[in-house]
């Protein structure tokens, strides 16, 4: 079974700009989340959708959006990039999020460098 | 304030002794607990997990202990390899955040693994 994948793997842009990252879940999972990884920040929750609906959102600003397809394919986007938002976005699918105890799985992440 | 923190930034061990890697957390809400290990440039790899109402859980080589009376749990592996030498993140969720998409993670601790 093919794992999450994520496209594309290497970004770079300019402040100012947005950018549209793209993942696929493992096939039959239903939930995907999205995290930031940076040095000084480590991995932070970003958001989660589940049957294309938002269902938690972590502590971002409104420039980081997403959604979810009827596919489980999800889509991340950030407006108004600035130099902070450099990092590795990484997104993880999990089968059903019906409780706590069910594990999620990453792709290889996006790495955005914002110049 | 950081919510599940992993003390120590690093680790090094001779090859075929334990690694022990160590997590406390402070939110006694947590019920599901995950070990993930990371190498540059790629996203988390899912190792072991453990509920709350588990105080150890083992898959070969990588065993968890859970104590929730001190909120800390940690990660054995016996014998360690030089191909173990990576971040190791633990990570935490709990039902109350109405989904397992939201996973809180340490800032990881790197494991170097010497022949």
């Known amino acids: 079974k093919a794992g999450v994948t994520q496209t594309p793997r290497y970004l770079i842009k300019t402040r100012g700009q947005q950018v549209t990252l793209s993942c696929s879940p493992i096939s039959g999972h239903r939930s995907v989340s999205w995290y930031q990884q940076t040095p000084g920040q480590g991995l932070q929750f970003l958001f989660e959708y589940f049957s294309e609906t938002q269902r938690n959102k972590g502590n971002f600003p409104g420039r980081f959006s997403g959604r979810q397809f009827s596919n489980s394919r999800s889509e991340m986007n950030v407006s108004t990039l600035e130099l902070g938002d450099s990092a590795l976005y990484l997104c993880?699918?999990?089968?059903?999020?019906?409780?706590?105890?069910?594990?999620?799985?990453f792709g290889p992440g996006t790495r955005l460098t914002v110049l | 304030d950081q919510q599940v923190k992993q003390n120590s930034p690093s680790l090094s061990v001779q090859e075929g002794r334990i690694s022990i890697l160590n997590c406390d957390y402070t939110?006694?809400?947590?019920?599901?607990f995950l070990w993930y290990k990371k190498y540059p440039a790629e996203g988390p790899t899912f190792l072991i997990s453990?509920?709350?109402?588990?105080d150890k859980n083992e898959d070969g080589r990588f065993t968890v202990f859970l104590n929730k009376s001190a909120k800390h749990l940690s990660l054995h592996i016996v014998p360690s390899q030089p191909g173990d030498s990576a971040v190791y993140f633990c990570?935490?969720?709990?039902?109350?955040?109405?989904?397992?998409?939201?996973?809180?993670f340490g800032k990881g601790t790197k494991l170097s693994v010497k022949p």
């Open positions: 993880a699918s999990s089968l059903v999020v019906t409780t706590s105890t069910d594990t999620q799985y």
């Open positions: 990570a935490a969720s709990a039902s109350f955040m109405g989904s397992q998409g939201n996973l809180i």
């Open positions: 453990i509920s709350s109402i588990k």
């Open positions: 939110n006694s809400m947590f019920d599901y």
